[in-house]
């Protein structure tokens, strides 16, 4: 189904980039602070996230550049609140889109305690993590950069002794630790070896807060996952999604109804698929996701609408949740 109104404003998907400052320190054992998760496209760093959390707050996808803005995925240990921020891979940008992601990384380190920085051990360095490696000597300053070796899974114990060498060559971490994200292998390992870098802090959010991005946001999120599992090639990164209607119908219904924005008529009947058969593969697929977060049952209703060249225009990327400041 189509919808041609003109695009309304979406939901704001700007991450709080700071929490109130601790009144006063009530455990000298608790520590508490920011670690800033990134790396290149694709190495596992939502999936790294919601490991973590033992929840899914970050869409993930084997397709590169899924993630476009900031999120914080809070983990409450008994010592410690470990506040983690996702961040969009960094990569040499072609549009004003690309442009905005990559300032979304860049812009987490400064208010960062300790920067993750997450590689694929499965793999040599590439020209990005040479460039990430370089930026983190000139931003980290006197932060602690640790390099999390995902991906252990896949390689033997030679390869991985040789890819670290490769990589601590480019910049001497404080620590570097080995995990497989995907199976969970090394994840409570990373947390509590974190643990101990951050400064003695109490807790900046509340024991049962794991983000503070609204429920609406993350609807849209899942929506966009769906679009990517389901489409190949170009699609996926053309596609916005903006939640237009999240309403509460009774104690087990929330209707939601969502625009999936592409940039030519030819992706719309891609997303649309014959009959509109492949919209309703998607919506089905994202409500299951987004019923498991609310825990009520959902009326999702999408619809698709074509605006050209999106990626390139500040006044959608504002009105689509990348509020780009460039």
């Known amino acids: 189904m189509t919808q041609e109104s003109p695009a309304v404003e979406a939901p704001a998907a700007e991450i709080a980039q700071s929490a109130a400052q601790p009144a006063s320190l009530t455990d000298h054992d608790h520590h508490a602070g920011f670690v800033a998760i990134i790396g290149r496209p694709n190495v ?14 970050a869409i993930t996808a084997s397709k590169p550049q899924t993630t476009r803005n900031r999120l914080l995925g809070i ?14 891979g960094i990569h040499r940008p072609r549009h004003k889109l690309g442009e905005y992601m990559v300032d979304q990384a860049v812009m987490a380190l400064p208010d960062a305690d300790v920067i993750l920085w997450l590689v694929d051990i499965s793999e040599p360095p590439f020209a990005e993590d040479e460039q990430i490696a370089s930026l983190l000597i000139q931003k980290a300053e006197a932060r602690p950069v640790v390099i999390g070796c995902n991906k252990i899974d896949l390689v033997d114990k030679a390869t991985l002794q040789k ?4 990589f601590t060559a480019l910049i001497k971490p404080a620590l570097m630790l080995e995990l497989a994200a995907a199976t969970g292998q ?19 959010y509340p024991a049962d807060q794991v983000t503070d991005v609204q429920e609406r946001f993350i609807a849209a999120e899942l929506v966009r996952e769906a679009v990517i599992h389901h489409l190949r090639e170009e699609v996926p990164h053309a596609v916005a999604v903006v939640v237009e209607e999240f309403k509460t119908r009774g104690p087990d219904m929330t209707y939601i109804s969502a625009t999936v924005y592409v940039e030519r008529e030819s992706q719309k009947a891609i997303v649309l698929g ?13 409500r299951v996701g987004i019923e498991e977060m609310l825990e009520t049952k ?8 074509v605006v050209p060249h999106w990626r390139r225009d500040l006044a959608y990327l504002r009105r689509f949740g990348y509020a780009a400041d460039r």
């Not at 890819?163 to 490769?166: D, F, L, S, V």
């Not at 090394?186 to 900046?204: F, I, K, M, T, W």
């Open 186 to 204: 090394g994840v409570d390992n990373l947390a509590a070896s974190l643990q101990p870098l951050l400064p003695l802090s109490p807790a900046y």
């Open 298 to 305: 959902v009326y999702l209703e999408l619809w698709v609408k």
């Open 274 to 286: 014959q009959g509109g058969r492949m919209l309703k593969q998607i919506g089905q697929q994202a």
């Open 44 to 57: 596992g760093k939502s999936t790294l996230l919601n490991a973590l959390l033992g929840q899914k707050i």
């Open 163 to 166: 890819r670290q060498a490769m």
């Open 75 to 88: 983990l409450t240990l008994p010592q410690a609140q470990i506040v983690f921020v996702d961040t969009p």
